[in-house]
């Protein structure tokens, strides 16, 4: 696809077709069309023929089927203009961020991460939920993320009451929250020091990616790395992004889960079927025009 603008080619490959007539027609042209006739036919009837030809066929051209060869090409190139409102079409790709605030002393390098995720969010939505021994929603999905940033700043290991630690819980939110909003593929951003991860969390890992959703995992180390359960406990959050389709990655570094989730972006807008959500395409209409040319040739030769 080729965008400039409000314009766009959505097939753009087929703008190769006309130059590639031309330089068929230009290498037909240059050869002698009688080939061996030339020495099976007496050069005096040759001549003849040849005559009676030019005067019968000079009415005739080619010009109007490669014209409307031409129209046809560029119909298939997809010329298309950018629908009025194309921009709420963006919500059908998101961010959500899922934050384990179960232990407090992890709790600033948690929201650190989010933060520089929220930063790199780009034109997506994004939304934010919390979680300990339950899940909850900080902030629907938004396209303001500088509102989500100012309520990070508030969150603390008082926010969730329930005790505990359910990932479980948090994916299981996260997937009637994209449901109810309608989002058609969405990346999750689960960040955490591991703690609770169960087969539980894998088997709804996996049930997010069939669906669409990819399931990233940020993994908060403890401040001194004395935990002695921290290398279980990463190798738990790798098995998760690798079962949710995701990149797994540490919350001191989120530089490489944010390109991830930023290569995605609206993308698949436009290569898929959801690019004639955005887009008009009235290649359908240069057809119609391509037809005249191509019955005035056909009528012409009909004669």
């Known amino acids: 696809m080729i965008e400039i603008g409000d314009f766009a080619l959505l097939r753009p490959l087929w703008l190769l077709v006309p130059p590639a007539l031309a330089l068929l027609v230009a290498t037909t042209r240059r050869r002698d069309a009688l080939g061996d006739w030339r020495r099976i036919v007496d050069p005096a009837l040759l ?10 066929g000079a009415s005739r051209s080619d010009a109007p089927i490669f014209f409307s060869v031409a129209l046809i090409a560029l119909a298939l190139c997809g010329p298309a203009m950018k629908m009025r409102g194309a921009e709420q079409f963006r919500n059908l790709d998101a961010t959500l961020i899922l934050l384990d605030v179960s232990r ?9 991460a989010a933060q520089f995720l929220l930063e790199r969010s780009g034109a997506r939505q994004i939304g934010l939920a919390l979680y300990a021994g339950d ?42 929250l994209l449901r109810e909003a309608d989002i058609a593929a969405a990346d999750i951003a689960i960040i955490s020091d591991g703690d609770g991860l169960d087969p539980r969390a894998e088997r709804l890992a996996a049930s997010l ?3 669409g959703r990819r399931v990233h995992s940020l993994f908060v180390s403890a401040r001194a790395g004395a935990d002695a359960l921290e290398p279980a406990r990463r190798a738990a959050m790798t098995a998760l992004a690798a079962a949710g389709g995701g990149r797994a990655g540490d919350a001191a570094d989120p530089r490489e889960i944010a ?7 609206v993308a698949h807008i436009a290569e898929g079927e959801l690019r004639a959500l955005e887009w008009r395409d009235y290649g359908r209409f240069i057809l119609l025009l391509a037809a005249a ?11």
Request: net charge positive; hydrophobic share 45%; no cysteine.
């Open 209 to 211: 990616s069939r669906e």
């Open 104 to 112: 407090a002393e992890r709790l600033p390098r948690t929201i650190a």
């Open 259 to 265: 390109r991830e989730i930023e290569m995605r972006g």
């Open 135 to 176: 899940a909850y929603l900080a902030s629907p999905l938004t396209d303001d993320a500088k509102s989500l940033e100012s309520l990070l700043f508030a969150i603390d290991e008082r926010t969730v009451p329930d005790g505990g630690t359910r990932p479980d819980r948090a994916l299981a939110f996260a997937r009637r």
């Open 47 to 56: 001549a003849v023929m040849l005559r009676r030809s030019a005067s019968v």
């Open 293 to 303: 040319p191509l019955l005035l040739a056909l009528r012409g030769r009909g004669a």
